[in-house]
C-alpha cells in the first residue's frame, strides 16, 4: 500500500502521517519494496520526447531550461 501512494504522489512525509510512522520508515520500506522490480524491455526506440516547463531553483533564483530537441 505504501507504493501505490508513493506512485499517487504522496510524499514521504505524507505517508508516513497516514500510517504513523517515520518518513525515514517510509523511505527504507519503499526502497525495500523496489529492490525486486523489474524495468520492461523496450523493443520500439524512441525518436520524440517532449519536455514542459523544467526548472530550477539557486538560491531565490528561478532557474527557466528551454529545451528543443528533435
Known amino acids: 500500500m505504501t507504493f501505490e501512494r508513493y506512485l499517487e504522489g504522496l510524499a514521504f512525509r505524507a505517508i508516513g502521517r497516514i500510517l504513523k510512522i517515520s518518513y525515514g520508515?517510509?523511505?527504507?520500506?519503499?526502497?525495500?519494496?523496489n529492490a525486486h522490480l523489474e524495468f520492461p524491455d523496450r523493443k520500439i526506440a524512441i525518436e520524440m520526447v517532449e519536455l514542459d516547463e523544467i526548472h530550477s531553483?539557486?538560491?531565490?533564483?528561478k532557474l527557466s531550461m528551454d529545451m528543443d530537441c528533435r
Open 57 to 61: 531553483y539557486v538560491g531565490r533564483k
Open 25 to 33: 520508515a517510509v523511505y527504507q520500506l519503499l526502497r525495500k519494496s
